[in-house]
């Protein structure tokens, strides 16, 4: 009796299915092709600092080291792929496209992972979609890796393998070849692990779910005790995705969850039974309640200034200082690391007297230099070394590139500071090894190129615009570099090579960050030896600062002090209003002053 | 038929002839003399080596489409390889063949190179001496980036010399990533060792045979931790130095780092009682030890001596000279201190002492100031003549840092660190030594790819030689992390060691 009922509905099933075949025999390609477009659309316009950050994460090579470094744990060969995958990532469009593919191949394989254990009910499209909506609004965060979305993918695939294998020799086959699986996606072998018993266990299957559960116990003995050397801790959870990369690490939980139950999931919902005339349309309503509810979400994820501070990174990596000089002034983001650029920019342009108050300067001499500190991330300190670049400490630049190298591995920019401080130093063997290693990768070979012509040519080094004149910094004389007091290398660096204006500018930026005056106007004396034909804009308004309560102007070594800064502190000191919206007229007009940032 | 067969025969070997002249039309070798020896990386030409080293695989830096490379032994026998890629790799088993039969000779190894229209170059050829006396069949060294503050992963690995064959004996990530510093044996024995690990399962790792022990050497009595240790031959126990080290950072190019003590004293660990205790110094004045080295009849303890960094001063201005101090086993006391070798009346600064197993020569590492060589460019070793107590410059320095060395078990081989290669790598050399008069160019330990030193750019960090395999690898030292380290007990003054 039973059973009888059960072909009943199925046959309705089929009957109301036709139905949707016959009036959308497309619609699931339509919806997939919107889901392509809304992805891309999405990380094109607005998230395309996702695949920047994941970019400069890594430094694919192609080299057998390269790749056993990540073939000596499981899991690790995802992580390649995704790594290998990121290559494409060096502009937003690619990148779209790329990551907006990788969502949309997901989506299919969950479509006929659908057809099979849900069949064309009125969700199929609906549940086709929810896991790649899902992994569009993780993704949304920089730090969830595409090799994330990658082991998502390879659970689809190889659960939807598991789920079209009929014959009992494939089930098997499939089941023993687990352990292969496991190296190539690691932990993610638990969610598939997982999805597959809930399959089995809804189907009132025991013996495949209980021989899989055996074979992957096994395999992670063997893989324990004798062939991997990993912690039990790595080879029970990498490379998913590390619960502090959310606020709420629960989310992540939710996903795994989702994704274990989904066949319990689809089961429940094939009792739900519409009329076929409406299934058509309640399946494209849904989609599109998901659709709106995925790009509600990323509109609240999205975070505008984070997305700025990117695209400051990005001008900032291509040392186009012009604009990151121009965005910072016009953005005047209030983040440490968009101030630290600005101020590094204006340093390489020579520009840091003139117009360090053109922009926010919220975090003091913090946003000068960073200090260095072993407890912090490498990734947060790394960024020290453009200080140091730009200064001329050329030896402490290499350093700090270094240590990111040997606890982050290849990055563009850590490799890209490797070699160029080695070329400065004229250590053409070291640098050599890192040509070599840039030399092998897809994006960065015709830079690598260029490099290797200048491995033992000095003359050719030192008539490079960048590199010759970072020479001209280097220190004239050995010193130990104080890790504690940074900003003592800056003296001790301009002491043992009067001609390094860097040092020099970042000095006098440093005592006007600490609000000393008086040490800015100690140094203009020396200015015109220096080499400066007039006194920069800031140093100007700090001269006339002390003189206005000392009554005397500092020696300025044969300089004059312009007319223009005398008018304007003449208009700054006069008695106003400072309340309300005219302190904000106020701070229009000398926001960008010295005077404004000792004053407020 | 046979004639028929014998015919065919002449015609098919007369063809083979005329295929061959074809690519000589002159009829003439056209094979030139370079009337030179090739570049050749690593540089083996002229090198001294064991009967069981692995085979020195090369690179040929000549221009050439494919090389020729003939390995002739004192006896005759050849060995030939064509090579259509400039990288040289013998057969295992037919280089230790041949190798084998060279003992106290020299295989000499001749390199044709071809171009691509067939024209040849001959170089000279290369010789390689062979020496009678075997190395140890392993070393062990740790291998890590020669960094600075950050590191990611150590491994202290084993190598086995006469093949390629390398096995981890530690690696960090099985360590909860801790910091693995260095390894000391007991005179070469792979079964008796320590090594310490810094971090939350940080200690002292002892193994003995199969038994892996942990320490916690520190006690409240002792200003810092137990660094650089020596065992004492006989096995019951180890000194240590107990150093106070600052990292400091150079910033003219053309140096580095600058690793110094700034205060130092010697212990005594003594296994069998886990007790630890102070050397005793009777001078007045304050000094800094370092680098303790056990005679091989355990009867001195040699160590490095400076006087006591004063804060502020210049670290240029700290040099060490080389001392020892005789030790009683049975009452575990020391005799007072010696000089043996003034290298402030020179300018310089002794480390490393490491005293050859039959007691007659010590090698140090000598360099302008402080006892860190491996970050000095101008470290070079030296030997002393225990007898004499005349001192030389050893032959198989460069113009790039020579530094930590130790000795084969049976006195005819060192080891040592050299970063001749690039500047800033530390590679394991081998030298054999004969007498001070007889010492053999030194060579790179060989790898299976010749090209591995030009990219790799982690440094092999103290290399030792050792008589066997080590049994135990990371999973043991792992088991181990888990057990609590036993606190060793103060058996000196209780009081500060200053």
Not at chain 2, 246 to 252: E, G, L, P, T, V
Not at chain 2, 307 to 323: A, E, H, R
Request: proline letters at 5%; hydrophobic letters at 40%.
């Amino acid at each position: 009796m039973k059973s009888s009922q059960k072909k009943k509905d199925e046959k309705d099933h089929n009957t109301a299915s036709g139905g949707v075949q016959e009036s959308g025999r497309y619609d699931h390609w339509h919806i997939l092709l919107l889901l392509f477009l809304v992805s891309s659309f999405y990380f094109l316009i607005f998230g395309s600092h996702v695949f920047f950050y994941q970019y400069n994460q890594g430094l694919f090579i192609y080299s057998g080291d390269y790749f056993s470094q990540f073939a000596r744990k499981p899991g690790g060969v995802l992580e390649y792929a995704g790594n290998f995958i990121a290559q494409g990532y060096n502009s937003p469009l690619s990148g779209s496209l790329l990551f907006s593919a990788l969502i949309t191949l997901t989506a299919i394989v969950f479509y006929r992972i659908n057809k099979i254990l849900y069949g064309k009910g009125p969700l199929l499209m609906a549940f086709t979609v929810i896991p790649s909506c899902l992994l569009i609004m993780f993704s949304s965060n920089f730090n969830f890796s595409n090799f994330y979305t990658l082991g998502f993918l390879l659970v689809s695939i190889y659960f939807l393998l598991l789920i079209k294998a009929v014959r009992r020799p494939l089930v098997l086959f499939l089941i023993f070849l687990f352990p292969l699986f496991y190296y190539i996606a690691g932990a993610y072998t638990w969610i598939l692990a997982g999805m597959f018993i809930i399959y089995s266990l809804v189907n009132r299957k025991i013996i495949y779910p209980a021989l899989l559960l055996f074979v992957a116990f096994l395999t992670s003995v063997i893989f324990r005790k004798f062939l991997f050397l990993q912690p039990l801790d790595v080879l029970l959870s990498y490379p998913l995705p590390p619960v502090g990369l959310f606020r709420y690490p629960v989310v992540i939980y939710i996903l795994y969850g989702l994704i274990v139950i989904y066949p319990f999931l689809l089961r429940i919902s094939s009792f739900i039974k519409i009329k076929e005339s409406e299934i058509r349309s309640i399946s494209n309503y849904t989609v599109i309640f998901l659709f709106s509810i995925t790009v509600f979400s990323l509109s609240r994820f999205h975070n505008p200034e984070i997305s700025s501070l990117f695209k400051l990174e990005k001008f900032f990596y291509q040392r186009d200082w012009n604009n990151v000089i121009r965005y910072q002034e016009q953005m005047q983001i209030k983040n440490v690391v968009a101030q630290y650029y600005y101020n590094t920019a204006l340093a390489e342009k020579g520009q840091l007297c003139e117009r360090i108050f053109f922009s926010r300067q919220d975090f003091g001499t913090g946003s000068l230099m960073v200090q260095w500190d072993s407890k912090l991330n490498i990734n947060q300190i790394f960024r020290g070394a453009y200080f140091f670049y730009a200064a001329g400490l050329i030896n402490e630049a290499h350093r700090w590139a270094f240590e990111s190298m040997v606890s982050q591995g290849f990055r563009p920019e850590n490799i890209k500071l490797l070699i160029k401080t080695e070329l400065i130093s004229g250590h053409y063997k070291i640098a050599g090894k890192y040509i070599n290693v840039l030399k092998k990768t897809l994006n960065y070979r015709a830079l690598a190129l260029k490099y290797e012509k200048m491995l033992g040519n000095h003359d050719l080094i030192a008539s490079d615009p960048e590199l010759g004149n970072k020479i001209r910094l280097l220190p004239g004389k050995d010193f130990l570099v104080s890790l504690k007091d940074q900003q003592d290398n800056l003296l001790l660096l301009f002491r043992s090579n009067p001609g390094n204006r860097a040092a020099f500018e970042y000095m006098m930026a440093w005592y006007m960050l600490e609000r000393n005056a008086e040490n800015v106007c100690d140094e203009i004396a020396g200015m015109k030896q220096m080499g400066y034909d007039r006194i920069p804009r800031h140093v100007e308004e700090a001269a006339v600062y002390v003189h206005a309560y000392s009554g005397e102007y500092p020696d300025l070594g044969g300089l004059t002090i312009s007319n223009e800064t005398l008018a304007r502190f003449s208009q700054y000191k006069t008695p106003q209003s400072r309340q309300g919206s005219d302190f904000d007229k106020f701070r229009k007009v000398f926001g960008d002053t010295f005077w404004f940032y000792l004053d407020f | 038929m046979l004639n028929a067969r014998v015919y065919i025969r002449i015609i098919a070997i007369l063809v083979f002839g005329l295929l061959i002249s074809g690519c000589n039309p002159a009829g003439k070798d056209n094979t030139k003399d370079a009337g030179r020896e090739p570049v050749i990386e690593p540089d083996y030409s002229g090198v001294t080596i064991p009967p069981n080293a692995a085979p020195l695989n090369f690179m040929i830096k000549e221009e050439g489409n494919s090389f020729l490379v003939n390995v002739t032994s004192p006896d005759g026998s050849k060995l030939s390889l064509k090579s259509s890629g400039k990288k040289v790799r013998f057969h295992l088993k037919a280089w230790h063949n041949l190798i084998e039969n060279s003992k106290n000779g020299k295989i000499e190894v001749e390199i044709i190179s071809k171009g691509k229209d067939g024209a040849g170059t001959r170089y000279v050829p290369f010789a390689i001496n062979v020496a009678e006396d075997p190395m140890d069949p392993y070393i062990c060294y740790r291998l890590l980036y020669p960094g600075y503050e950050t590191y990611l992963q150590i491994k202290i690995m084993q190598r086995s010399v006469s093949d390629f064959r390398e096995m981890p004996v530690i690696e960090n990530q099985m360590l909860k990533n801790n910091c693995v510093n260095c390894h000391s044996f007991n005179s070469n024995n792979p079964e008796k060792f320590l090594i310490h690990v810094r971090g939350s399962v940080g200690g002292t790792y002892f193994i003995d045979g199969k038994k892996i022990t942990k320490s916690e050497l520190k006690t409240s009595e002792m200003n810092f931790g137990a660094v650089y240790p020596s065992w004492h031959p006989g096995g019951r126990f180890v000194a240590f130095s107990s150093n106070n080290i600052r990292q400091s950072f150079h910033a003219a190019p053309e140096e580095n780092i600058e690793v110094t003590d700034l205060a130092s004293s010697l212990v005594l660990y003594d296994l069998e009682k886990n007790e630890i205790m102070p050397v005793s110094e009777k001078d007045t004045v304050k000094y800094m030890e370092t680098f303790p080295e056990w005679s091989p009849d355990g009867k001195y303890l040699y160590y490095c001596r400076a006087l006591q960094y004063v804060d502020g001063s210049d670290f240029s201005t700290i040099k060490y000279n080389l001392m020892r101090k005789s030790f009683d086993q049975s009452s575990r006391s020391f005799g007072d201190a010696e000089l043996v070798f003034d290298a402030r009346l020179i300018g310089k600064s002794v480390s490393f002492p490491r005293i050859s197993p039959d007691g007659k020569y010590l090698v140090f590492t000598l360099h302008n100031f402080g006892n860190f060589s491996i970050w000095h460019k101008e470290a070079d070793l030296y030997l002393l003549d225990l007898q004499t107590m005349k001192s030389q410059i050893m032959p198989v320095n460069s113009n790039e840092t020579e530094s930590y060395h130790s000795w084969s078990s049976n006195g005819k081989w060192l080891v040592f660190s050299s970063k001749r290669g690039d500047g800033l790598t530390a590679r394991p050399y081998f030298a054999w030594f004969g007498s001070p008069e007889k010492i053999g160019k030194p060579f790179v330990l060989p790898q299976k790819d010749p090209a591995l030193y030009q990219s790799m750019i982690l440094t092999f960090n103290k290399p030792e030689f050792l008589m066997g395999k080590i049994l135990q690898g990371p999973r043991e030292f792992e088991t181990a992390s888990k057990i609590p380290a036993v606190n060793a007990i103060w058996a000196g003054e209780k009081k500060e060691v200053k």
